[in-house]
């Protein structure tokens, strides 16, 4: 009687630690891929291009603000005012797709 006692208290405290292990890291894991997701949504984020009037012209600017990377032949004040003032104050354009289908649409 004895043995079962303390077989049965045995196995409780052994399957209480093993409850409080996979409950102290449950959080640290979650922690941890909500952290990841974070840092992929800032990075996705993050622009890399930015679109704006360069001596008259549409131009595309990545990192270095000063000279353009290419340079359209299309002359900003040929578009639409609107389209003007925000070429002139530049539009920040996170991926590679959505500049190319802003340039096609000042393009055409």
């Known amino acids: 009687m004895k043995n079962a006692v303390l077989l049965t208290l045995a196995g409780v405290f052994i399957i209480s630690l093993i409850t409080l292990g996979i409950a102290y890291a449950m959080p640290t894991a979650a922690q941890d891929e909500s952290s990841s997701a974070a840092e992929s949504i800032t990075s996705i984020a993050e622009p890399e291009y930015l679109l704006r009037a360069y001596e ?18 299309v ?34």
Do not use: M, N
């Open 56 to 73: 008259g012209k549409l131009a595309v600017f990545t990192k270095d603000l000063v000279t353009p990377d290419l340079v359209f032949d």
């Open 75 to 108: 002359y900003v004040r040929t578009l639409p005012e609107t389209d003007q003032e925000q070429l002139q104050r530049g539009i920040w354009v996170a991926s590679y797709d959505k500049l190319t289908e802003l340039v096609e649409d000042y393009i055409s």
